[in-house]
């Protein structure tokens, strides 16, 4: 399956139990770590990215979630995710994409993620009837044939759908 493009709307999901991954091994205490990947035993030296150095600063996140990456924080202007070691995160983090296809309702809330194998994630009765109907017997084996087909199903229902 060809990797698909992919556009992060800073929602943080994705960084909500990286915690129990990434380990701050080192501290240097000049915003440089080195950090220890729990699961591939990876050890990758990060440091804060100079603009984010204030954020980072506050670890109030950190009681409030403490499952979350050390790394991660609220930008305070706008509340969306931000992590403050962008500019030298790890492969496991540059390489991460949630969705395929985000699927909003018609006030514009998400209410469904396609993943990259062609699964619904969704908590929404009417998404998931509709798909267990209609976009689930889609057996079509082009990607972009078949992601096409779907929007449009998709649209068709009043729902939004971002790449």
Same mark, same amino acid.
């Not at 670890?59 to 050390?70: D, E, H, N, Q, T």
């Not at 983090?93 to 018609?106: E, M, P, Q, V």
């Not at 889609?138 to 078949?146: C, G, M, Q, S, T």
């Given at each position: 399956?060809p990797?698909l ?11 909500a ?5 990434h380990?701050?091994?080192?501290d240097?205490?000049?915003?440089r ?8 035993g990876?050890e @990758?030296?990060? =440091?804060? *990215? #100079?603009?984010k150095?204030? $954020? ?5 996140i950190?009681?409030?979630? !403490? ?13 969306k995710?931000c ?15 949630c969705w395929?296809?985000l ?9 469904g993620?396609?993943r990259?194998i062609? @699964?619904l994630? =969704?908590? *929404? #009765?009417v998404l998931?009837? $509709? ?5 689930e017997?889609?057996?079509? !084996? ?7 087909k ?7 229902a009043?729902?939004t759908?971002r790449?």
């Amino acid at each position: 399956m060809p990797l698909l493009s992919f556009e992060c709307f800073q929602c943080g999901e994705c960084c909500a139990n990286l915690g129990l991954v990434h380990i701050i091994k080192e501290d240097d205490c000049d915003f440089r770590f080195l950090i220890h990947n729990n699961y591939t035993g990876e050890e @990758t030296p990060v =440091s804060i *990215d #100079p603009d984010k150095r204030d $954020l980072f600063l506050d670890m109030s996140i950190l009681k409030k979630f !403490p499952r979350i990456c050390p790394f991660f924080r609220h930008q305070p202007d706008s509340g969306k995710a931000c992590c403050t070691v962008y500019l030298t995160r790890p492969d496991i983090c540059r390489d991460y994409g949630c969705w395929r296809l985000l699927i909003l309702n018609h006030r514009g809330r998400r209410v469904g993620r396609v993943r990259y194998i062609r @699964t619904l994630c =969704s908590e *929404d #009765p009417v998404l998931t009837k $509709l798909w267990d109907e209609c976009v689930e017997h889609n057996v079509e !084996p082009d990607d972009r044939v078949w992601e096409d087909k779907m929007i449009q199903t998709l649209t068709r229902a009043g729902y939004t759908v971002r790449k």
